[in-house]
Structures are given as C-alpha cells and as structure tokens.
C-alpha cells in the first residue's frame, strides 16, 4: 500500500488499529490476570458465612439459608435477579438473616462440618435452595431450584409470613 | 460521520417492504413472548438479530449495484463510509430494541405484573447496545469483503459450523473442536454479560477488552478492504 | 490549478501502456478510440479508483484520491447507479450534502439543476426506475455538477441522449468552458466529441495515440462536398479546372453537388474563393467525413 497523504479519501484506520491492539493487550492481559484472581460475583445481600451464622432467628427475622455451590448456573440467575436487586436485597437485609451455605463437594470433595450439618439438617439435594427457618424445632419452608422471580419472591413473603405469624402466636 | 450517508442508509432499509417485514417479526415477537411470560423482558441478544437484519449487504450491495462508486467519487473518506453504515446499523438495531423493550416494560407494569426495575432495563439496554454495535462491527467486515448479500450468507454459514464443531466437541470430548466452536461464536456475536461484569469483584475487564477487540478490529479490516477496493465502473468494454 | 499530468502503466493485461498526457486547465478534451481502449480504465485512474501500477497521476499538483480533489470534481458514469427507493430530487439532495453544498440554498440548488438540464418538473418526484435513458443521463449530468466542480469527468454523456438532449449538452459545455471549467469526456460520437471539444486523444489497446487539436486546422488532406445554388449549372470540366487551381481534385460530380479532395485548409479556402470568382454560387461546403474518423479507418 503507497502510504496515503493526510487528505487522502483512503487513509488507513491507524487510531482502530492502535485501539484494537490495546484492546487485545487488556484482554490478554486481563485473562491471565483473572486466571490468577479469580472474580467473585457479589450481590447485594449482606451474606452472613454459614460457619459463624446463629442458629436461630434473633432480632425478630428468620433465617434464610442459602444453599449453593460455583458450578451452579440456575444460582447464578437467581442472585442476578434476586440477589442483584437493589430493592429486594435491602429488604431481604433487613427482614431475615441471610446465610450463605457454599457446598464444595465437586471442588474438594468434601465439605465443612457445619455446612454438612446444614444440608443433612433440611435434605438439601440440589441447588439453590432456600430455606427460611426459625431455628430448630421451629418450621422450615424451602424452595429446591429457582421457578423464576416471581415465584421465588412469592415463596420468601409466605416463608416471611409463616414464620411472624407463629412468633405471634407464641407470645 | 457522514451525515446525507446515514440518512440515505436508513431510506434504503425503508425502501425494502421484505426486510422490514423480516425485522419486525424479529423486534416484536420476542416482545410478545416476553410479555406473555409474566413480564420478563426480551433479552439483550434480541439486539443482535435486529443488527443482523439490517446489516445485511450494507456494503456488498452498494458494491454490486455501483451505487458506491457515486458516492466515493465525493469528498468522503472511505473509512468515514464505513463508520457511518457501522454507527446506523447499531443505532437503529438498538433504537428498535430499545423501544420494543420500553414498550414491553410499559406494558407490564400497566398490567401489574411483575417487572423488572428501571436499573434492570437500563442494564439490558446497556447490554443490548453491546450486542448491536457488536453484530453491526462483524457484519460490516464481512460486508467489505464480499458483494451482494454474501455477509450475512457468510455469518449464517459460518455460526452453523462453529454451533457443530461446538456441540461434536462437547458430544466426542474434544476440546479444541468445542473451544474453536466456542470463540467463533462469541467471535460472531459480540457480547458482554454486564451484569457478570458488574457485580463481581475485582471487576473483570476480560470481557469488555475482548468486545473492543473484536469491533475495531472488524471495522479496521473493513476500512482497509474498501481502502485496497479498486472500483471499476467499467461496463461492456472501453 | 487545474492542470494535470500523468504517465502510468497498469496490469498484467496492460489496460494502459505508457500513457502520459497533460490535460490543459479550461479545455475540453475528448477521448476516442475502439472498444477496449483503455479510456474506462483511464477515466478510473484520473477519479482515483484505480492505482496504476507504475507512474503519477496528478490533478491541480495533488493525488486524484484526495479530498480536496474530489471536491473540484464532478463525475457521470457509464451507467448512473441510484438506489430504487430515490426520486430525482432526494437524489440531487444526497449528492448535494455529499459535495459539502450549503444547506441552506439546497431545495433551491436542485430545483435550479434540474431545470438547467430540462428534466419536466412533472418527474422530480417519480421513482429513478422509472426515468428514461435520456433522463438518466440528464440527470447524471445534474449530478456532476451539483458541487460546482472545475474538472468534469464524464464518461459517454452523450449516450442515449435524444437529440434535444444533444443541444443541450452542447449549450450547456459552452457555458461550462467559458467559464474555465475543465472537461475530460469520452465517447463513441465522433461528430459531437468534434463540435465540443479542444482537443482529442485517440487511444488504441492501451498506448495513447495522436492528439489532435481541434482549434487548428487539420493538416492532413480530405474530402470535401460543395454544393452550389441550383439556378447556376456549371459544367464539370470548368468546376475541375476551377478546384486544380486551388490545389484540390475533383472527385465526384453530382450536381448541384461535388466531391473534392483537399490536400489541407489553406487549399480548401482557395478552393472557395476559386469557386466563386469562377462565377459558382456556392452554398455550402463541408467535410463529408468527420475529422475524426479517419482515425477508425
């Protein structure tokens, strides 16, 4: 190619060209980064970590456990839905206390004594699900999968619900 | 940008009865669909399609029927040519999601399902511009390098092949087969999932830097085929 | 400024071979030769569409591909290419705005450019595909010159063109060149290429061949019709005599016509004045070939 003139009709794309060279540096640069540091997909909710989590409600909200592992897709919609909304993470912050249960069995092959006890204690078998609990000897309402936003946010409310109206009555 | 181009760009989709009746069926279907489903809306990827739709010989048919010629033989730089139809194609795809999914949005509040939040439709919009503006980079190359309507022939082709190699791959265990299907695709339709982005800590640029690198690399090579293109006019001899 | 010159070789195939021509600022220069020629392919470099392999192109000292170039230049293809949806106007008005024409005096500019090439204003507003050749041509034209350019380059303007049309392109390249607009055309119509241009090249297989210069007078000898008032009957032997003197051969005699052959103009203007001092009421005289297609033969 002869090289073109400034006033040329047919300059060549020197700045895209010099920007799709540096977008190819951070994207390398990035991906072996992130190999090395892993990003953590927060949400919003102010997970408590099933290790140090109470076992019972406290301050008049339920427990809402949530049990979940990596490699699980549907989870990852359900905290981008849930999770993810502004609204519905400040509510569910201040109404339950949430506690995240992360199994690791594919990863490590086994898991922590207390996250164990957690999914023995309500027979979880798949992922996510949630439970909303008093404590022990308490009711527990879970939800195995996610059936959608709405249905899920319709089962916390009832769980919510559930859950007041037997520490009304047990006043 | 040229700005006579970009006008004349949107005249000639209007002036297809056949592609306009192809990109309605594709900008509203999915917002039936979506309203149907108690209020979910459309997803981003929507964007992509309706790009593809418009894109389609945006440049080999201007090839083809000389009408570039004529307009090069004005004071526009080539590569002004190709940013201008790259900038309507992604605009317009954009515009139409956009109004499609607002009006969804509407829709679904009126009727007092549950919808998503005014942060949740900015995030899809955000998405759907990247998927737009990314589809319309693509198409653009592939538009400088073939006449006629062999683009969008090109595209199809081309993420049928990487959808099998992708799915032999997973089926017979070979991961390069599945890792090429994979990267074509992505390659194809340029995406990022925003909300990923966003939400994880440290904030991955991966994604991004790999949406930029594919649109501007697109729309170099385009400019730098309409650049080495030698225009003949010539018909039947002299 | 307007001035350009180029010598180039292009191809394999050698659509051009050798050329180098100097197109002189305000001329009209026309361009003839067999099919095949090269002049497509040498239109296509002058517009900077086409790299030549080897060799300079140059319009007003700058490259034929840069902006300021395409902003002196006006261009009709072979064939004018729109888009279906376009009627004459939006089409005018997209050229218009693409030649960086001011926005405000458009409606006006392209009211004014279709009137100047008689496009009926009953058509402004009708699809292009339903535009005649002529018309399309017309329009071309309008096309060329919606930017003010001061280099025209048009390819067979004169192709499909009604007579009319013909007058018209005429009136409208004298207007042109008087006001130093320069013309390149290339055409197959020897007898207007002869009536409108300055000079002429003629290019065979690639090589540029004679260039002929219109506003002189030919050098090399033809042939010539007199015709004389029919109420006068000269006899053929004194017409013969009468043309030897000046230099020229009878050839034919049809009366009230006759054939001569002329060796160059001075004899043919002797040939006049022998004729009428003979007593001939000469009428008229005038080639019975064009200049230009000796070249064909």
Request: charged residues 20%; glycine residues 10%; hydrophobic residues 45%.
């Amino acid at each position: 190619m002869r090289p073109a003139a400034p006033e040329s009709t047919r300059r060549p794309p020197v700045a895209l060209l010099a920007a799709a060279a540096a977008a190819l540096a951070t994207w390398i640069g990035a991906s072996l980064w992130e190999r090395s540091h892993p990003p953590v997909f927060a949400d919003l909710v102010k997970w408590v970590p099933s290790a140090v989590a109470p076992d019972s409600a406290s301050g008049g909200k339920p427990i809402l456990y949530y049990f979940t592992a990596d490699w699980c897709g549907p989870c990852r919609v359900l905290r981008q839905e849930v999770f993810s909304s502004e609204e519905r993470a400040r509510y569910l912050n201040e109404h339950f206390v949430p506690v995240i249960v992360v199994d690791r069995m594919r990863e490590d092959g086994r898991n922590e004594p207390k996250v164990d006890e957690l999914l023995r204690r309500f027979s979880v078998n798949a992922f996510p699900t949630l439970v909303v609990t008093g404590g022990p000897g308490t009711g527990a309402s879970p939800q195995t999968g996610y059936p959608g936003k709405a249905k899920t946010w319709t089962f916390l409310m009832n769980a919510e619900q559930t859950f007041l109206r037997a520490q009304f009555k047990g006043r | 940008m040229s700005r006579p181009l970009f006008l004349a760009t949107i005249r000639w989709w209007l002036a297809s009865p056949i592609r306009l009746g192809v990109l309605a069926a594709a900008a509203l279907l999915p917002v039936l669909g979506s309203v149907l489903s108690q209020g979910r809306l459309p997803s981003a990827g929507g964007a992509s399609e309706l790009a593809l739709i418009l894109g389609a010989g945006i440049i080999g048919q201007s090839v083809s029927t000389g009408t570039l010629q004529l307009v090069l033989a004005r004071p526009i730089r080539r590569s002004t040519f190709v940013l201008t139809r790259w900038l309507a194609v992604g605009s317009a795809a954009l515009a139409i999601f956009g109004a499609c999914t607002v009006a969804a949005w509407l829709l679904g509040s009126a009727s007092g399902m549950e919808t998503q939040t005014p942060g949740d439709v900015a995030l899809l919009l955000a998405e759907a511009a990247l998927h737009a503006f990314g589809a319309a980079a693509v198409l653009v190359a592939l538009s400088a390098l073939v006449r006629g309507y062999g683009d969008i022939a090109i595209w199809i082709v081309g993420t049928i092949l990487a959808l099998l190699a992708s799915e032999v791959g997973q089926v017979k265990d070979v991961a390069t087969l599945r890792w090429a299907g994979r990267q074509t695709l992505e390659f194809l339709r340029p995406s990022v999932d925003l909300r990923q982005v966003l939400g994880a800590r440290p904030v991955p640029l991966s994604g991004l830097a790999a949406w930029a690198f594919t649109v501007t690399l697109c729309l170099a090579v385009a400019i730098v085929l309409l650049n080495r293109k030698e225009l003949s006019y010539a018909s039947s001899g002299a | 400024m307007d001035g350009l010159c180029k010598s180039y070789r292009r191809r394999e195939a050698r659509a051009l071979d050798g050329f180098s021509i100097e197109v002189r600022p305000g001329e009209i220069l026309g361009l003839i030769g067999p099919n095949g020629a090269g002049k497509t392919t040498f239109l296509g470099c002058l517009l900077g569409f086409l790299e030549p392999d080897a060799g300079r192109i140059e319009i007003g000292g700058m490259a034929p591909d840069s902006l300021s170039v395409r902003r002196l230049v006006g261009y009709l293809p072979e064939r004018l290419t729109f888009d279906r949806w376009m009627t004459a106007r939006a089409f005018l008005r997209l050229h218009h705005e693409l030649a960086e024409q001011p926005g405000e005096s458009r409606e006006e500019d392209v009211a004014a450019s279709l009137m100047r090439v008689q496009i009926d204003s009953s058509a402004w507003d009708t699809g292009l595909a339903r535009f005649s050749r002529g018309m399309l041509q017309r329009l071309g034209l309008a096309q060329a010159l919606i930017g003010r350019p001061r280099i025209l380059l048009l390819d067979e303007p004169a192709s499909g063109v009604d007579p009319a049309g013909l007058l018209l392109f005429r009136q409208l390249f004298r207007e042109l060149h008087a006001d130093g607009v320069t013309i390149v055309l290339n055409s197959h119509q020897l007898d207007q290429i002869e009536r409108v241009c300055d000079r002429v090249a003629f290019i065979a297989s690639g090589r540029l061949g004679q260039i002929e210069n219109l506003s002189e007078g030919a050098d090399s000898s033809r042939v010539v019709v007199v015709r004389w008032l029919a109420d006068g009957a000269p006899e053929r032997e004194q017409v013969a005599a009468l043309g030897q003197t000046a230099g020229a051969a009878l050839l034919e005699w049809t009366p009230p016509r006759a054939a001569f052959s002329v060796p160059d103009d001075r004899s043919a203007a002797a040939l006049v004045r022998a004729l009428v001092e003979g007593g001939i009421a000469v009428a008229e005289m005038a080639p019975r070939e064009g200049r230009l297609e000796r070249f064909f033969t």
